[in-house]
């Protein structure tokens, strides 16, 4: 394995990007796909999320663009509109140096805009499959004919329903020619139909075992009733006081609601899910990542490939219903080394959903050793937060109603215009 980016076939320039970027030594990920990567071969990569995978598909893409630049040069896909953004960041910021033009295609933002980013013929083009197909079906003059590199990141969520179609007709419309990257933290078997479909030859580079979390990883699950998981959510949070915290939910309403309510008790938490406006996305995910907001509430639209190197906890709320999702979750924490810490509340309605976790890992999770009375001893002061809160949220109304209750959230969570208002809440 190279020891150096030199000893991987970078050239000098890319390599100064890596130095600036502070990117020492290439990752494992990263050393043995940039080889095949610069030979011309395919790759699938399968590698735990925080492994270095974006650079492993950039650096090949740039110093073949630095080779014979030209316009839409390579088009990079992901499931979610963060993780488009942060890969298209990290484009920019290994290609600063030389000019490249990079265009970012996601939904939730103004398609004029977008349009406008075309018109300046950018190398690399990021984003989600449906807003990619509006501007390749809509947008006058855009095609991707000349298209040298094709990248699927989180590979097998882009072959759920809700992209399946939308990557079947880019499929159609792209050359055949071209170089394609697969990259995923789980092979499934969506990913090897896609990959009889559009690889040719590929390499196959997997960096970790099948379904695996990192060994730094401590992993624990509590068995409540659905009647206080409130509660332990919340005597978890005051245990962990300080530590950065991502609580899991199944549902764009729940990340809303469990926010609210920790905030009536005083914890800095803010949500995201999918129904938020991008702006509101992208400004509670700055306000965690800087650590303004020590409590991020999401749903699995920030489960993966984020870059959030900080978090010390993962609290799964609800449990996943797809057990491989849970080791995309628990991946947001113990990155790059360290420690970390993923606790499951799992009540009588989602015990099965957590056997077919274990199956997976292979192995029974500890149990953590709560003591139920002194847990309980919180349950008033929940029950009248979340009281308070439901009430809030479940206001009638109507449309109106519901705006204004949305417009009120906002408000008391410091959202305004897709920022954070400096003022807190006491």
């Given at each position: 394995?190279?020891?150096?980016?030199?000893?991987?076939?970078?050239?000098d320039?890319?390599?100064e990007?890596?130095?600036?970027?502070?990117?020492?030594?290439?990752?494992k990920?990263?050393?043995?796909a940039?080889?095949?990567?610069?030979?011309?071969?395919?790759?699938?990569?399968?590698?735990?999320t925080?492994?270095?995978?974006?650079?492993?598909?950039?650096?090949?893409?740039?110093?073949a663009?630095?080779?014979?630049?030209?316009?839409?040069?390579?088009?990079?896909?992901?499931?979610?509109?963060?993780?488009?953004?942060?890969i298209?960041?990290?484009?920019?910021?290994l290609?600063?140096?030389?000019?490249?033009?990079c265009?970012?295609?996601?939904?939730?933002?103004?398609?004029?805009?977008?349009?406008?980013?075309?018109?300046?013929?950018?190398?690399?083009?990021?984003?989600?499959?449906g807003?990619?197909?509006?501007?390749?079906?809509?947008?006058?003059?855009f095609?991707l004919?000349?298209?040298?590199?094709?990248?699927?990141?989180e590979?097998?969520?882009?072959?759920?329903?809700?992209?399946?179609k939308?990557?079947?007709?880019?499929?159609n419309?792209?050359?055949?020619?071209?170089?394609?990257y697969?990259?995923s933290?789980?092979m499934?078997?969506?990913?090897?139909?896609?990959?009889?479909?559009?690889?040719?030859?590929?390499?196959?580079?997997?960096?970790?075992?099948?379904?695996?979390?990192?060994?730094?990883?401590?992993?624990?699950?509590c068995?409540v009733?659905?009647?206080?998981k409130?509660?332990?959510?919340?005597?978890?949070?005051?245990?962990?006081?300080?530590?950065?915290s991502?609580?899991?939910?199944?549902?764009?309403?729940?990340?809303?609601f469990?926010?609210?309510?920790?905030?009536?008790?005083?914890?800095?938490?803010?949500?995201?899910?999918?129904?938020?406006?991008?702006?509101k996305?992208l400004?509670?995910?700055?306000?965690?990542?800087?650590g303004?907001?020590?409590?991020?509430?999401?749903?699995?639209?920030?489960?993966?490939?984020?870059?959030?190197?900080?978090?010390?906890?993962?609290?799964?709320?609800?449990?996943?219903?797809?057990p491989?999702?849970?080791?995309?979750?628990?991946?947001?924490?113990?990155?790059?080394?360290?420690?970390?810490?993923?606790?499951?509340l799992?009540?009588?309605?989602?015990?099965?959903?957590f056997?077919?976790?274990?199956?997976?890992?292979?192995?029974?999770?500890?149990?953590?050793?709560?003591?139920?009375?002194?847990?309980?001893?919180?349950?008033?002061?929940?029950?009248?937060?979340?009281?308070?809160?439901?009430?809030?949220?479940?206001?009638?109304?109507?449309?109106?109603?519901?705006?204004?209750?949305?417009?009120?959230?906002?408000?008391?969570?410091?959202i305004k215009?897709?920022?954070?208002?400096?003022?807190?809440?006491k």
């Open positions: 394995m190279g020891e150096t980016f030199k000893d991987l076939g970078v050239c320039q890319l390599i990007a890596c130095e600036n970027l502070g990117w020492k030594k290439p990752s990920i990263q050393a043995e940039i080889p095949h990567a610069l030979d011309g071969k395919d790759l699938i990569g399968l590698a735990q925080g492994s270095g995978k974006t650079g492993a598909f950039a650096l090949p893409i740039l110093q663009c630095l080779e014979s630049p030209h316009a839409f040069f390579a088009c990079a896909l992901s499931p979610t509109r963060e993780l488009a953004i942060q298209a960041e990290q484009f920019k910021a290609g600063s140096g030389f000019g490249l033009k265009a970012v295609l996601v939904g939730g933002v103004d398609m004029m805009e977008q349009t406008k980013m075309l018109a300046n013929r950018p190398h690399i083009v990021v984003g989600t499959p807003r990619l197909l509006d501007h390749l079906s809509n947008t006058k003059g095609s004919r000349t298209l040298k590199y094709l990248v699927l990141d590979a097998d969520k882009l072959l759920n329903d809700e992209f399946e939308s990557i079947d007709e880019i499929l419309v792209i050359p055949r020619e071209r170089r394609t697969l990259f933290a789980t499934t078997k969506k990913v090897k139909k896609l990959q009889r479909v559009c690889l040719r030859n590929p390499v196959k580079i997997e960096v970790t075992s099948k379904y695996s979390t990192v060994d730094t990883l401590k992993q624990h699950y068995f009733s659905d009647k206080f409130d509660c332990y959510l919340v005597y978890i949070l005051i245990e962990k006081c300080g530590f950065s991502m609580v899991f939910t199944r549902t764009c309403y729940a990340t809303r469990v926010a609210l309510f920790l905030r009536n008790l005083g914890f800095k938490a803010i949500p995201i899910s999918g129904e938020m406006a991008q702006s996305r400004g509670a995910l700055n306000q965690f990542k800087a303004v907001s020590n409590i991020l509430v999401c749903t699995d639209v920030a489960s993966r490939g984020l870059d959030i190197p900080s978090v010390d906890l993962v609290i799964n709320y609800d449990i996943p219903s797809n491989k999702d849970y080791i995309h979750r628990v991946g947001r924490t113990a990155r790059a080394g360290r420690s970390g810490v993923a606790i499951s799992v009540d009588q309605y989602q015990l099965v959903w056997k077919q976790i274990e199956n997976l890992l292979g192995k029974e999770l500890p149990e953590m050793p709560f003591q139920r009375e002194e847990v309980l001893q919180l349950n008033e002061r929940v029950k009248e937060a979340t009281g308070i809160s439901r009430r809030g949220m479940d206001e009638p109304g109507g449309k109106k109603g519901k705006r204004r209750n949305e417009e009120g959230m906002d408000k008391y969570l410091g215009d897709g920022k954070f208002s400096k003022k807190k809440r």
